[in-house]
């Protein structure tokens, strides 16, 4: 039974990492609906060849910080278990790749392309994995100090604060150290609004997302026979609670409407195995409810010129999610327990200080050596025409 039983993991974290695989076309096309009609080529080209870039990076640095484990030996001994290992890598890179396509949206029709490629190589084979390893394979001690201290480890089953905190308290880093887009701001406070150019490609992109997402959460069980349809139905109840509460609050926009879900599903990825489906409608609704308020808030009263929200929505949200899970993860509110508040606020905070560390030692660094942003004319001309020569829908032939 044991051959059996191995090649059935291994086709269930493949099914997995390809439902994952999916998402980022969700991404691409959710950026794609936001950002004006001038960097819609952009958007698209980043999601793939950064991908691709996480791929690289992981493969032969990254997989290797978090797990301890690399790839340099024979193909027959890679192959040993059906490959699993080589398929869990997949699984996993299909988390680690969503850091980049999470900054993406937050620098969105002001970044250079090729400064943002080296960016993502360094997080995801650096950044990332230090975190990731420290949560999820237990590398430092850390969480066996949590243990010792709280009867419990920090605990996040499918990446609240290991992928969407990191990645949107990274996007942070980036968008404060690039700047807001030209004529965003004026000195004498007026906002130039920049509205979406395409909300059926946004909520395309938020639909391939929400679908995806239940690989990105059932799977992470990462073994059949630890799969739950508990997470599958607290997913869901989560998505539900974001997406009425971003309706109630965003007052129909379908902006809000559709990041909703996203939302939602941010939050309850930590604590996806443990709350009850009420509490995940709880958490899923908190998450809506933040994502609206602090999107609005950081835009217009602050000025941070964050293009998807992706720091209200991946960095607080994920934040939150991690929260979340030792609030109603606990067996007073309806949960399985074996978790602990104090724990699960040690870790998010750790998270959140790595990500932010992370993210400005690397576009800090970038923007000294190579620059971080197009130039006024580039940004002008948008960055299809300015980086790929051409428009997402041109009217006339491309001169070569």
């Known amino acids: 039974m044991e051959p059996l039983k191995t090649s059935a993991d291994v086709l269930f974290i493949l099914l997995g990492a390809i439902m994952i695989l999916a998402m980022h076309a969700g991404f691409a096309f959710l950026e794609l609906g936001t950002v004006r009609k001038k960097n819609q080529v952009n958007a698209l080209v980043k999601i793939l060849t950064d991908f691709s870039v996480s791929t690289l990076a992981y493969f032969f640095v990254g997989y290797g910080i978090a797990y301890g484990v690399h790839f340099f030996s024979?193909?027959?001994?890679?192959?040993?278990?059906?490959?699993?290992?080589?398929?869990?890598?997949?699984?996993l890179l299909t988390f680690a790749a969503a850091i980049p396509a999470i900054v993406s949206g937050g620098i969105a029709e002001r970044a250079k392309f090729n400064s943002q490629l080296l960016a993502t190589g360094l997080l995801v084979g650096l950044v990332y994995p230090f975190f990731e390893g420290i949560a999820w394979n237990g590398n430092f001690?850390?969480?066996?100090?949590?243990?010792?201290?709280?009867?419990a480890e920090f605990h996040d089953f499918a990446g609240s604060v290991v992928v969407h905190a990191m990645g949107g308290w990274i996007a942070l880093a980036a968008v404060l150290l690039l700047g807001a887009r030209r004529g965003r701001y004026?000195?004498?406070?007026?906002i130039s609004a920049h509205p979406p150019s395409s909300i059926p490609f946004?909520?395309?992109?938020?639909?391939?997302?929400?679908?995806?997402?239940?690989?990105?959460n059932v799977m992470s069980a990462q073994t059949i026979d630890k799969i739950s349809g508990l997470v599958a139905i607290n997913s869901l109840m989560a998505m539900v609670g974001g997406t009425l509460a971003a309706l109630a609050a965003g007052r129909n926009d379908p902006g809000f409407v559709h990041n909703g879900p996203l939302a939602g599903l941010v939050a309850i990825c930590a604590g996806s195995?443990?709350?009850?489906?009420?509490?995940?409608?709880?958490?899923?609704?908190v998450a809506g409810l933040l994502f609206v308020y602090l999107f609005t808030l950081t835009q217009n009263r602050w000025k941070i010129d964050d293009v998807l929200g992706v720091w209200p929505l991946h960095g607080l949200c994920g934040a939150w999610g991690g929260l979340a899970a030792g609030i109603f993860g606990a067996k007073a509110l309806g949960g399985l327990g074996r978790v602990s508040f104090v724990a699960q606020f040690v870790g998010t905070a750790l998270g959140i200080a790595i990500a932010l560390a992370g993210g400005f030692a690397v576009y800090g660094l970038l923007?000294?050596?190579l620059g971080l942003r197009l130039g006024p004319e580039e940004e002008f001309n948008g960055a299809d025409l300015s980086i790929h020569k051409i428009g997402a829908t041109p009217e006339r032939e491309v001169p070569w």
């Open 367 to 369: 923007k000294q050596l």
């Open 186 to 190: 004026t000195r004498e406070g007026a």
């Open 202 to 216: 946004l909520a395309l992109g938020a639909w391939v997302l929400t679908v995806g997402w239940f690989g990105f």
């Open 74 to 91: 024979s193909a027959e001994a890679l192959a040993q278990k059906s490959g699993y290992e080589l398929v869990r890598f997949f699984f």
């Open 141 to 151: 001690g850390v969480q066996a100090w949590l243990k010792s201290l709280f009867d």
């Open 273 to 285: 195995d443990l709350m009850h489906p009420i509490g995940a409608l709880v958490t899923g609704a």
